[in-house]
């Protein structure tokens, strides 16, 4: 059961709003990774967990926003693959290699996160603004 409140999580649309608000609680999370590599173990497993919680919930929110202008979260993975070609860029000599793949992620999700959604219903279901609130999801 508990399973099926999350894909619907998942499955539905995000405004911009919750695009950035999302992003920073993930950047929160993602800063606390690091101060957590010492040896207490208590502050370690919280580390982990934040790390977790960026992992899951990062890429699930690029996807809802994905779909609130009509593209499958499936392109989320654009700027993972593209990135993925610079060690392969600079084997061939170009000097971006060192730039271009963080170049390439800050342009797609500062275009994610700009490009304004469909007013009307998609593929992907009613815009936000329509939907119930997301907190309601998980009663």
């Known amino acids: 059961m508990g399973n099926s409140k999350f894909l619907r999580f998942a499955a539905g649309r995000s405004d911009r709003r ?5 992003l920073l609680i993930v950047a929160f999370a993602l800063w606390n990774v690091p101060r957590g590599m010492g040896n ?6 919280l580390s982990l967990v ?8 990062w890429p699930l929110t690029v996807a809802r926003r994905l779909h609130d202008f009509g593209r499958t979260g499936w392109w989320f993975l654009a700027p993972v693959a593209v990135g993925s070609l610079a ?3 600079a084997r061939l000599g170009v000097q971006a290699s ?3 793949a963080p170049a ?9 996160g700009i490009v304004p959604g469909d007013e009307k219903d998609n593929r992907f279901g009613p815009p936000p603004s329509l939907q119930r609130a997301d907190l309601e999801t998980f009663d």
């Open 50 to 57: 934040s790390l977790g919680f960026a992992l899951v919930v």
């Open 98 to 100: 060192d730039w271009l």
């Open 87 to 89: 060690p392969f860029a």
């Open 40 to 45: 207490d173990p208590v502050i370690l497993g």
């Open 18 to 22: 919750q695009y950035w608000a999302c």
């Open 104 to 112: 390439i992620n800050l342009s797609f999700h500062l275009l994610v």
